[in-house]
């Protein structure tokens, strides 16, 4: 029996539409213009795509010029995770540190002034926000990134984001679906295996999300995790139980699932990028982003080819594929329909929850003031007057995060007390780091100067704990600024906890260390 299927050039463009791809430069280029002509519907961008909110601005336009109701999408968290100002460091805290301050009208304060950036500048999706329950304090890629490692705080601060970023008119894309929190493993480098009951993974992982669709989140995005408890073969981008069956099907989830990076090793390695976009547009995925790693031509025309070629031989229901490029539409519309209510003396924007405008109003330092509200200060010391030696304790960062962020203090201070020095101490790789020579070497540097120590998950790194223990044990009257997850007990004459390693976050330590603001 012969299976009928579409014409090529319907099969060609709904297999576009499911697509979101990146690409290198600055500017559009010419086979990105022409694929948005042939059907393309969706776009990612990167920190490499980006120099200043009027170039942006410029590369969103000249986008839609080719095709009006394109989703500009950009992994925009906040905090550490930053592409917008991937050159400077974020103007806001991450989820981490609004956590701690656990105050969710700010929360929806930081998530609308954020929006409301990112839709200036023609961005029109961000795969934000995290609603994983970092339940595991060793997690090498989620840690600061979530709210925390609290269920109902997790939750009611995912929803808050949800609706503060959807009233700027930015669809949100919910993120890691099932939950990311409790893997010991980087899924951009391998599988993450989580070996939880089916209890644990209801009462822990899935009420966030739960919430976020109570939200009205206009996409999820799905985790390249494998667990056992609700799909024990394959990971949950390409589970039909996990996908269809529980976030469609039984969380009542209707927008569009986003795939997390499909040239991430955990699929790439396991299935390769085509095959793993023909098995998780079947499972129940709606758009594939690739092009964090993969931003070419090639890439886009084989993850076409291949989905046309999977509907042709029957592996991949015509019907499936279909309704997966109307969700990328439908989500598309919202967002044209959105930037029309955002014209002067329009009604209040669709996709945001009535009586949850935020009570704070707008304001472009709302990200300072929830930087310095999220931080916690152990111990005194007299404020320094002088310029100290920073010394930055840098650990290898996630591909997430990324290591072209500036990180730290010494930025902030310098400015505030001009000659402050820095010094930068790293694990040597394989060879393994001395500690007690690492804090040898900085406390050289140092001289006699006041030593700011900056780490950043001091519990998760062996040889950074160890050196400053080396480095306190000899300068007791160290500060410590921790950035990242506090997982320690508080060390040094002050200990600043700043719950994230933003640019705001650094600014708020230098204000406790220095007794200053600008």
């Not at 589970?239 to 927008?255: A, D, M, V």
Request: proline fraction near 5%; hydrophobic fraction near 45%.
């Amino acid at each position: 029996m012969t299976t009928l299927v579409s014409s090529t050039d319907t099969l060609t463009r709904d297999a576009l539409a499911v697509l979101q791809p990146g690409f290198l430069g600055t500017t559009a280029p010419d086979w990105l213009l022409r694929r948005l002509g042939e059907g393309l519907s969706s776009v990612g961008l990167f920190g490499r795509n980006i120099t200043s909110p009027e170039q942006l601005a410029a590369l969103t336009e000249r986008l839609r010029a080719e095709r009006d109701d394109v989703l500009v999408a950009i992994d925009e968290e906040g905090g550490d995770v930053t592409r917008l100002e991937v050159r400077h460091g974020s103007s806001f805290p991450g989820n981490y540190a609004l956590g701690v301050v656990d105050d969710v009208d700010l929360t929806r304060a930081v998530a609308r002034e954020l929006g409301r950036r990112l839709a200036e500048c023609g961005v029109n999706l961000n795969w934000a926000p995290s609603a994983d329950v970092n339940s595991n304090q060793d997690n090498p890629v989620i840690g600061v990134r979530s709210f925390g490692a609290d269920t109902a705080l997790v939750a009611r601060h995912t929803a808050a984001y949800v609706e503060g970023l959807q009233s700027a008119g930015v669809a949100a894309c919910t993120k890691h679906f099932p939950g990311h929190g409790d893997t010991s493993v980087d899924s951009h480098h391998a599988m993450p295996r989580i070996d939880v009951d089916l209890d644990t993974v209801n009462a822990r992982d899935l009420l966030p999300f739960r919430a976020a669709i109570a939200a009205g989140s206009k996409s999820v995005m799905s985790a390249h995790i494998l667990l056992p408890a609700l799909d024990p073969e394959r990971p949950a981008t390409l589970s039909p139980r996990i996908l269809t069956g529980l976030l469609r099907e039984e969380l009542g989830f209707q927008g569009p699932i986003v795939t997390d990076g499909m040239e991430m090793r955990a699929i790439a390695s396991a299935y390769g990028i085509e095959r793993g976009s023909v098995l998780a547009i079947a499972a129940g995925a709606d758009a594939i982003c690739v092009g964090g790693g993969l931003a070419d031509e090639e890439t886009v025309l084989r993850l076409r080819d291949a989905l046309v070629a999977a509907v042709r031989n029957g592996e991949l229901p015509e019907e499936r594929l279909a309704d997966a490029a109307a969700r990328v539409r439908g989500l598309a519309d919202w967002t044209l329909r959105v930037r029309g209510a955002s014209e002067p003396g329009a009604d209040s924007q669709e996709g945001t929850a009535p009586g949850t405008a935020s009570t704070l109003a707008p304001d472009t330092g709302i990200g300072l003031v929830a930087a310095r509200r999220a931080v916690r200060v152990t111990g005194s010391a007299e404020p320094l007057t002088e310029a100290p030696y920073v010394a930055a304790f840098t650990p290898v960062a996630n591909i997430a995060v990324g290591d072209e962020t500036p990180w730290g203090v010494a930025a902030e201070l310098g400015r505030l007390l001009p000659g402050t020095e820095t010094g930068s101490y790293s694990d040597a790789g394989e060879a393994g780091t001395d500690p007690a020579a690492l804090a040898g070497e900085l406390l050289a540097a140092a001289g006699d100067r006041t030593i700011v120590a900056v780490v950043r998950d001091a519990h998760r790194h062996r040889w950074m704990a160890d050196a400053l223990d080396a480095v306190l044990a000899a300068r007791p009257g160290t500060v410590v600024v921790e950035m990242g997850v506090n997982g320690a007990a508080p060390r040094g004459a002050l200990h600043i906890a700043t719950h994230g390693a933003a640019r705001v976050c650094g600014r708020a330590a230098a204000e406790v260390i220095t007794g200053r603001r600008e």
